[in-house]
Nanobody, 124 residues
């Protein structure tokens, strides 16, 4: 299984932007679908976005559609989540995950490698 490390989280004002990165090691990144999930205190982990191994297919949760963009650079073994127009409701720990291609699952059960998470806090 691939090892994943997220970075780029932090504190941002509402309306601001952040770019999360997910660095993969120990495997061939292009062999995997990648997803981003988030979890706020007291809630279940929820789907944010997912991207196919080639980058040709993407999916987004309705709550982030039009504001967030998922992408990947297989040559750099890195995935990204660009988050714009951030809202207080986006405050959570964000996790990247990988799963076997070609499926692009929208549920956590479809992924078998997870990063440790990075905190995103949006203040008003």
């Amino acid at each position: 299984q691939v090892q994943l490390v997220e970075s780029g989280g932090g504190l941002v004002q509402a309306g601001g932007s952040l770019r999360l990165s997910c660095a993969a090691s120990g495997g061939t990144f292009s062999m995997y679908t990648m997803g981003w999930f988030r979890q706020a205190p007291g809630t279940e982990r929820e789907f944010v976005a997912a991207i196919s191994w080639s980058g040709g297919t993407t999916y987004y949760a309705d709550s982030v559609k039009g504001r967030f963009t998922i992408s990947r650079d297989n040559a750099k073994n890195t995935g990204y989540l660009q988050m714009n127009s951030l809202q207080r409701e986006d405050t959570a720990v964000y996790y990247c995950a990988t799963g076997p291609r070609p499926r692009v699952p929208l549920a956590p059960l479809g992924y078998n490698s997870w990063g440790q998470g990075t905190q995103v806090t949006v203040s008003s």
